[in-house]
């Protein structure tokens, strides 16, 4: 029996998806040093429980994420069903890490009595998070879920990909816009033009939020980077459309 035949990586795109995990990692990691140097670290049941917040939307919504959208990048010669699932699963642990992030936020301000939903950042913040969430749901009913037709599909997966890159887009906007604010509620605009040691860390940070931003997407964007349909692949998607919709590859 012949092996199946690798499908040659472009010589570009390791590097570039090791650049974007170096500033994805430094990112999560200069969240925490933020977090720990100026917030006064993390706890759940005190007054730190705030902090809980960011680092779970920079591990979750932004890196987590950034690394799902890049899953068909990295592995183009393994198996498409087992591509789906790694993509999906990174998915889930985006999601359920931003969940942990808002019902830190949520449950601080139940307790400090402060209001909720008032900020754009939350705004936008609530938006993301819902898309989020529908965009896995459909996703996960087109792709992962037997239901779905070779036709749907394919009509959809353009939508897909679009919207996946456009959430994350959003989500990145989003952490800078609270990014901005939690400096401002802090520093004041007083302090924060004057160049103090958090503000201008807190710019780094925001720095690389834009950068691995804008290494994903290019990545994404780039069509001849894109992973190619596989022979079998092909062949398992005109079986499929047999069988579902009556259709032959000679029929027409």
């Keep these: 029996m012949e092996g199946r035949a690798t499908v040659s990586t472009p010589a570009a795109l390791p590097y570039y998806v090791a650049f974007?995990?170096?500033?994805?990692?430094?990112?999560?990691?200069?969240?925490?040093?933020?977090?720990g140097l100026y917030r006064?670290?993390?706890?759940?049941?005190?007054?730190?429980?705030?902090?809980?917040?960011?680092?779970?939307m920079a591990i979750g919504l932004i890196f987590l994420q950034g690394d799902a959208l890049l899953v068909y990048r990295v592995?183009?010669?393994?198996?498409?069903?087992?591509t789906k699932v790694l993509h999906?699963?990174?998915?889930?642990?985006?999601?359920?890490?931003?969940?942990?992030?808002?019902?830190?936020?949520?449950?601080y301000h139940r307790k400090k009595g402060y209001a909720d939903l008032y900020s754009l950042h939350s705004w936008c913040g609530i938006l993301v998070f819902v898309l989020y969430f529908v965009q896995?749901?459909?996703?996960?009913?087109?792709?992962?879920?037997?239901?779905?037709?070779f036709s749907l599909r394919s009509r959809y997966r353009a939508s897909h990909i679009f919207f996946g890159a456009t959430i994350?887009?959003?989500?990145?906007?989003?952490?800078?816009?609270?990014?901005?604010?939690a400096l401002l509620f802090k520093l004041g605009r007083a302090k924060y033009s004057l160049f103090e040691p958090e503000g201008v860390l807190a710019n780094v940070l925001g720095l690389l939020l834009a950068c691995?931003?804008?290494?994903?997407?290019?990545?994404?964007?780039?069509?001849?980077?894109?992973r190619p349909s596989q022979a079998e692949e092909q062949a398992l998607s005109m079986d499929f459309k047999t069988l579902t919709e009556g259709d032959s590859p000679g029929s027409q």
């Design 20 to 35: 974007s995990q170096l500033l994805g990692l430094t990112l999560v990691a200069m969240t925490g040093a933020w977090l």
């Design 40 to 56: 006064g670290g993390i706890a759940w049941e005190s007054d730190l429980q705030f902090n809980v917040h960011p680092l779970c």
């Design 75 to 82: 592995f183009r010669n393994e198996a498409k069903r087992t």
């Design 88 to 107: 999906g699963m990174l998915h889930v642990s985006a999601l359920t890490i931003a969940l942990v992030g808002l019902v830190a936020v949520f449950d």
């Design 136 to 149: 896995w749901l459909v996703g996960f009913s087109f792709f992962l879920f037997p239901g779905a037709s």
């Design 168 to 181: 994350f887009i959003l989500s990145v906007g989003t952490a800078l816009l609270g990014l901005k604010e």
């Design 212 to 226: 691995f931003g804008g290494v994903v997407l290019y990545i994404l964007t780039r069509p001849d980077w894109k």
